[in-house]
């Protein structure tokens, strides 16, 4: 082979104008099976993260609503035990009631209530009491409503 023969066989055969000096620096893929390159729709992922925001928000502020739900009820729950225990220890009682023991609370035709140890169907005929609640004595000496 000629020296011209080489040169002519060294030369690219791809025209020098369509030919990138830094084709990883291109933004968009420069060969056939190079990555497809999108640019990036800013408004819609702008907008699917302050949906998903909102979505983990409402979830959080949800769950405090049941926890500000479930300590009103507790809240009640003790309203109503200090309601019911000033209403028994202002009842007549002709005994000391014991820790852990169930009593029947009864309201009198003068309003005045009565704590009694029997209960509303161990009375017979002869009740004359409107029953208002079944209560248990608790070791801090409230009263809980069993009925």
């Known amino acids: 082979m000629s020296e011209e023969e080489k040169k002519v066989s060294k030369q690219n055969p791809i025209d020098a104008d369509k030919i990138a000096e830094n084709p990883h620096l291109l933004p968009y893929a420069h060969t056939v099976g190079g990555a497809v390159i999108k640019p990036i729709d800013k408004g819609r992922v702008k907008g699917l993260a302050v949906a998903a925001m909102y979505e983990q928000t409402e979830m959080q502020l949800d769950q405090i609503r049941e926890q500000i739900n479930l300590l009103a009820q507790q809240a009640q729950a003790v309203k ?51 029953f208002v609640a079944t209560v248990r004595l608790l070791s801090d000496h409230t009263w809980e409503i069993q009925e």
Not at 88 to 95: C, K, N, S, V
Not at 107 to 127: A, F, I, Q, T, Y
């Open 80 to 130: 109503d035990r200090v309601y019911i225990s000033e209403t028994i220890y202002l009842a007549e009682m002709g005994f000391k009631p014991l820790i852990s023991h169930t009593y029947h609370l009864y309201k009198k035709k003068d309003e005045s209530h009565v704590l009694s140890m029997v209960g509303p169907d161990e009375w017979g005929r002869s009740n004359t009491y409107e």
